[in-house]
């Protein structure tokens, strides 16, 4: 029973991961509801799950301090980059269905396509200290390259929030944000970065 009940056994550690990801979604909602501080919130919740994954010896609201104030302007350039890109597609998708209605399913397409490449662009931003520039190539390169990788890290959000949706909508705030990240971290670390031509190409 102590042996369970133990720091080294699976009760505390299933309990200390579940609280862990409970505080992690809290910590980026809180700044990125302001909207201003979206960009810093998403850097910051990318790095504090690339941190817990290392295992670093570090309390988690202590690493997502750190990674929120040492990436804000990176951070504000990442908010103003979503924000225009997510307004630059609405846009061309209203002006196509404008024209005429047929054009729906080429807007649904590019809808699919700017959500692409927006994910992967984040996720890329997020982890790696690279240009705005540096990371559009690799973000195109990634997604051209291995666009079925690419597709999985933008199903993950969008599974787990239909799922915990179907249980309450508060349980997808409380562990479907943390989640979704933790996962797409995980696969791009276990799959998409270690492909041998994207790997060469970060070496």
Do not use: H
């Amino acid at each position: 029973m102590k042996q369970l009940f133990s720091f080294d056994g699976w009760y505390y550690r299933v309990f200390s991961f579940f609280a862990d990801m409970i505080m992690l979604s809290f910590l980026f909602m809180l700044p990125a509801l302001t909207i201003i501080f979206a960009g810093p919130a998403l850097i910051a919740l990318y790095q504090t799950t690339q941190q817990l994954m290392d295992e670093k010896e570090l309390p988690l609201w202590r690493r997502y301090q750190q990674a929120f104030v040492g990436n804000l302007m990176r951070g504000f350039q990442l908010t103003a980059i979503v924000l225009g890109y997510v307004l630059a597609a609405a846009l061309i998708i209203y002006s196509l269905m404008a024209i005429t209605p047929y054009f729906g399913v080429l807007s649904v397409i590019l809808v699919s396509l700017a959500g692409l490449f927006l994910t992967v662009f984040i996720l890329l931003f997020s982890l790696f200290e690279r240009s705005v520039n540096e990371t559009l190539k690799e973000t195109a390169y990634a997604v051209l390259s291995s666009t079925a990788n690419a597709i999985i890290l933008l199903v993950i959000p969008i599974v787990l929030f239909v799922l915990c949706s179907k249980v309450n909508l508060f349980l997808f705030i409380c562990l479907g944000i943390s989640g979704s990240a933790s996962l797409q971290v995980l696969f791009f670390n276990k799959v998409l970065a270690k492909e041998p031509i994207y790997d060469k190409r970060n070496q």
